[in-house]
């Protein structure tokens, strides 16, 4: 996806500025009945009538919890992808008119942007939450991704 993806939007919009959309609900749609059809449910459907009250007692507090955490968690993916999502759309829009870029080149060059997160990712990001831990990584991927 963060490869190809860029890739095959940026040739189909050659053909029509509408075509990346389609492309993009039509492999939407193969990925969903490809899991509705492929993946069997692991939820095992017995009686659940024998089981015990502490259990479920536990089992709500658990929900609880992470009903009353949930708007915070929110807030924190929206901004990420808020954060991760920017600079794409402007890059777009910056070497089509700095440039002159045509759809094709603009998706090769995010393709480049998405092969180099690939390799960040397996390379440098485990080191960096090695080093320093996990939350000076979170706060420096979020730094470094917002000033571009």
Do not use: C
């Amino acid at each position: 996806g963060l490869i190809a993806g860029p890739i095959i939007g940026g040739f189909a919009g050659e053909i029509s500025p509408h075509s990346p959309f389609f492309i993009a609900a039509l492999l939407n749609i193969v990925a969903f009945l490809v899991v509705m059809f492929w993946f069997r449910e692991t939820k095992n459907t017995r009686d659940n009538t024998d089981t015990e009250v502490g259990v479920e007692t536990q089992s709500n507090s658990v929900y609880i919890t992470l009903f009353k955490t949930m708007p915070i968690l929110l807030i924190i993916y929206f901004s990420a992808q808020l954060i991760g999502q920017i600079p794409a759309t402007v890059w777009v829009l910056f070497t089509e008119n700095r440039f002159g870029w045509n759809s094709m080149m603009v998706g090769f060059s995010l393709a480049g942007l998405g092969l180099l997160h690939s390799v960040f990712q397996a390379f440098v990001a485990g080191r960096i939450a090695t080093k320093w831990g996990e939350k000076t990584a979170v706060l420096l991927g979020f730094i470094a991704d917002s000033s571009a």
